[in-house]
């Protein structure tokens, strides 16, 4: 599974995170951020261009696919974005989230479908009342029928991030409002876990503490490891942090992310030898400068410690686009033939599954 291209997303806050703390010790699980930029508005196009845009729109619906990326469980127990090519009328954002929620349901019938050693997180017998759209607020709404059926307390937690997680990959969409039968949302009954009446991915996903961590003095940052699948294909997971605050939160997740993951089912992206030379915020772009006292300089750069780097960095801040330099060398190629002589933006899709 290989991630997509560049593209442009910025990250959001963590301002839901304090609210969840409390359940850190109960859950044995922790919280933070992540928000699409604002999208540019381009002047009405001249009668050719439309048309053009019209003809290329038209061919691309008539494929009659798109891809779809949702928030499974991986057999280690972690959420890993996975992005699925499904069929049918995926030309709005109610009908693609109905779809996204739909793979995230168990269902027997298409168990099969999932890449190797995944499944789908939200209980058998889900059932969907509306989803509305507010583009205004860049909100989606998700209505539920009736209750979710039964869930563990240990798994409420992984619920809430999954659907929010999902949710929030639609394009101009950054928060979540969670209800059932027209009501809000406001705890998951097992767990008693609180449920804001607005969510954004500031709820973290895959949480955990750093050792010695003091909550009332925390920040949260979210890295991109990896991990393989049962079929010995590679993905990423994203893990959201605690750590203790710091005021640069660019530098603070490269750092973490050199330090790598807490659990061995997860596997560093970058070097040990690894350190930051510089690190700086240039108007729409974080540059990052690094020296890794373990490369050849003849080995290629591996692709998947490029698309981790980009990932981390966009996730944390919401500066849309980053600049690499590593050894001094300005104008890298990664192993996959990728330029990063220019600044990169978001790849997407994340962790492409080809069924």
């Known amino acids: 599974m290989r991630s997509g291209t560049y593209r442009n997303k910025k990250s959001n806050r963590w301002g839901a995170l304090l609210l969840l703390l409390p359940l850190l010790s109960a859950c044995s699980e922790v919280p933070n951020p992540s928000q699409k930029g604002s999208l540019q508005i381009d002047p009405p196009p001249s009668a050719l261009e439309q048309a053009m845009i019209e003809g290329t729109l038209s061919t691309a619906m008539s494929d009659g696919s798109d891809m779809i990326t949702v928030y499974l469980l991986d057999r280690n127990g972690y959420l890993a974005p996975m992005s699925l090519r499904v069929e049918g009328d995926q030309t709005s954002t109610q009908a693609t989230a109905e779809k996204a929620i739909h793979w995230m349901t168990v269902n027997n019938k298409q168990a099969d479908q999932l890449p190797p050693g995944f499944k789908a997180i939200l209980p058998e017998g889900t059932k969907l009342a509306s989803v509305s759209e507010n583009k205004a607020e860049q909100t989606i709404a998700v209505d539920f029928a009736t209750p979710l059926p039964a869930i563990l307390a240990s798994q409420e937690q992984k619920v809430l991030e999954a659907l929010v997680w999902t949710l929030t990959e639609l394009p101009g ?3 979540v409002k969670l209800s059932v039968a027209g009501q809000p949302l406001r705890s998951f009954p097992a767990s008693g876990l609180p449920v804001d009446q607005v969510l954004t991915r500031g709820v973290g996903i895959n949480l955990e503490a750093e050792k010695g961590v003091q909550i009332n003095r925390s920040m949260a940052v979210t890295l991109y490891f990896s991990a393989q699948s049962s079929d010995g294909e590679g993905y990423f997971v994203p893990v959201t942090r605690l750590i203790n605050r710091q005021a640069d939160i660019a530098k603070a997740a490269l750092e973490q992310l050199i330090l790598g993951p807490q659990n061995s089912k997860l596997s560093s992206v970058l070097s040990k030898g690894m350190s930051i030379e510089q690190l700086s915020q240039m108007a729409d772009t974080i540059n990052v400068s ?9 080995a290629a750069v591996p692709a998947e410690m490029m698309e981790a780097l980009v990932l981390t960095l966009t996730e944390a801040t919401d500066t849309p686009q980053v600049r690499v330099v590593l ?6 190629v990664d192993s996959d033939k990728n330029s990063y002589e220019y600044p990169v933006t978001r790849p997407t899709p994340i962790n492409v599954y080809q069924r």
């Not at 690094?290 to 003849?298: A, F, G, I, S, Y």
């Not at 050894?327 to 890298?332: E, I, Q, V």
């Open 327 to 332: 050894n001094g060398d300005d104008s890298l």
């Open 173 to 175: 969409i950054n928060k």
């Open 290 to 298: 690094l020296r890794d006292t373990q490369r050849k300089p003849e």
